[in-house]
């Protein structure tokens, strides 16, 4: 069994030295980063299409250039976050100086989830750097290639005292837990994240969850249904809908429905050809589990599109089902693959009642042109996101602040500010 007392005591020890206080040291270690993303951007694409035989392409996009430009949007700006902050003072103040320093936590906890394997780590570990902690990195195990290239690469270039990389899987993480950290950062499903919560309420520390849930997906018969789809089936299918944010499930009318299948025939034609599993455009499932547990949830319903899987490549063709039922296993949990259930409803209160009467969404896509509708949306739901007539793309407006928050949560007296997506509570209109 892993004992990790040897690599806390370092990182308290490095802590404690003071050396992450220093701005300059902090910006070293992030140019540092920097040059690893650079340096292996190959590697990286390699490890990725290793684990998940992603696309070139959709590898740059979400992991590589994602993580570049996070780091130097941080080194931009890092003079002015780390500056102490002039609050506004009562009249009692009046005459005083009054000023709020922000103090790193100490030894932080990053435990990374294997769907984005290096991004969902590095990014919150970046912020944790430059907000001075000292950071014990953990890779999912499940993307073991991705794993190896952060075991491997990253301590090359970080402080090694400062920022170890710790790996296995949930027997390791569950002993690395037992210690006691300053804050931890967890990405992944809700499963997990309640045993994460649960042993950082031992020590009463301050946790940020990254969670699934389920995406839906309205569409009315206003929007012009050729774009609509190609939007959603975007959505759905980069990673092979192993996506936090992808749309989920599709609500409806039957007449919507229809064309809805249509179109779709003709876009996944369009982009994949006639034979889709020899595209190299479309990525596969991560592993044996979550391959069979997908087939399961392809018994739902009938299908009207796709349907097809190869368990030696771990592929499954894009799959639209209909005719599922609200209490199918589809409908309960988080998809994470590329099957797409239509669940028709008369119209939008319908649409907003079944939303209504399940967890709040991460993010609630909605395809419509009539503000009145928008409106009904906007104000009788509540939901991470909100996106309108496009999905993903709102994670592309949070980009710009997408490292912000991942700070202002690392650094005291900003916690609360700006956490713009994830947790299914969070509610966000964007
Ligand atoms: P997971 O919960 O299986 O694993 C995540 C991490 O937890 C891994 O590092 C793993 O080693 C560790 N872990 C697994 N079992 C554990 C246990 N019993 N005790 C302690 N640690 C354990 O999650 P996943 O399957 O890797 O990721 C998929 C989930 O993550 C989906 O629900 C998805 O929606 C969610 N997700 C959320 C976001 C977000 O930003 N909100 C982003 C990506 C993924």
């Known amino acids: 069994m892993a004992n990790f007392d040897d690599t806390l005591q370092l990182a ?14 902090r910006r070293k270690q992030l140019e540092n980063l920097l040059r690893c993303y650079e340096e ?36 931009y700006n890092l003079a002015e976050w780390v500056k102490p902050e002039k609050p506004d003072k009562s009249f009692v103040n009046l005459l005083d100086d009054v000023q709020i320093f922000n103090d790193p936590f100490g030894v932080v906890l990053v435990i990374g989830a294997w769907n984005y394997p290096l991004q969902l780590l590095l990014v919150p570990v970046a912020a944790a750097i430059a907000a001075g902690n000292c950071v014990v990195l953990k890779p999912s195990e499940i993307a073991g290639n991705c794993a190896k290239f952060i075991a491997e690469t990253i301590p090359k270039y970080l402080d090694n005292d ?12 569950a ?19 309640k045993i994460v919560h649960a ?3 031992k020590n009463l520390t301050p946790t940020t969850l990254e969670l699934g849930g389920k995406s839906p997906c309205y569409i009315d018969k206003s929007v012009e249904l050729r774009t609509a789809v190609k939007r959603i089936l975007w959505g ?66 009938r299908v009207a599109v796709g349907g097809k899987y190869d368990a030696s490549e771990r592929y499954i063709e894009p ?28 119209n939008a209160y319908d649409a907003i009642k079944f939303i209504n009467s399940r967890e709040n969404p991460l993010v609630l896509y ?51 500010k700006n956490h713009l997506y994830s947790t299914c509570s969070q509610t966000l209109k964007s």
């Open 12 to 25: 308290r020890l490095a802590f404690a030295s003071g050396k992450t206080r220093n701005v300059s040291f």
């Open 40 to 75: 292996h951007e190959n590697e990286i694409i390699s490890a990725l299409e290793a684990d998940l035989r992603r696309p070139k392409q959709e590898s740059l996009i979400v992991e590589t250039e994602f993580m570049k430009n996070d780091i130097k949007h941080i080194l």
């Open 175 to 193: 002993e690395l837990l037992k210690q006691r950290f300053d804050y931890i950062f967890y990405t992944g499903s809700p499963r997990v994240g």
């Open 199 to 201: 042993a950082a309420n």
């Open 366 to 416: 909605i395809f419509t042109t009539e503000t009145e509708v928008l409106d009904l949306f906007v104000n009788s739901t509540q939901s991470g996101g909100l996106c309108v007539n496009d999905t993903i793309m709102h994670y592309a407006a949070y980009l710009y602040l997408n490292c912000f928050p991942h700070l202002s949560q690392l650094l005291p007296n900003k916690i609360g």
């Open 319 to 346: 799959t639209i089902l209909v005719d599922v039922k609200q209490d199918d296993a589809i409908m309960e949990e988080e998809i994470f693959g590329p099957i797409l259930p239509i669940y028709t409803v008369e």
């Open 162 to 173: 400062c920022y170890p990389v710790v790996c296995g899987g949930p027997t390791e993480t």
């Open 236 to 301: 759905k299918l980069i990673n092979c809908g192993q996506t936090c944010i992808a749309p989920d499930y599709v609500l409806c009318s039957k007449e919507v429905q229809e064309q809805v299948i249509v179109e779709a025939k003709e876009v996944l034609k369009e982009w994949y050809g006639d034979n889709i599993q020899s595209s190299p455009d479309l990525s596969r499932i991560i592993n044996q589990n979550n391959f069979q547990r997908l087939l399961g949830l392809m018994k739902s319903g």
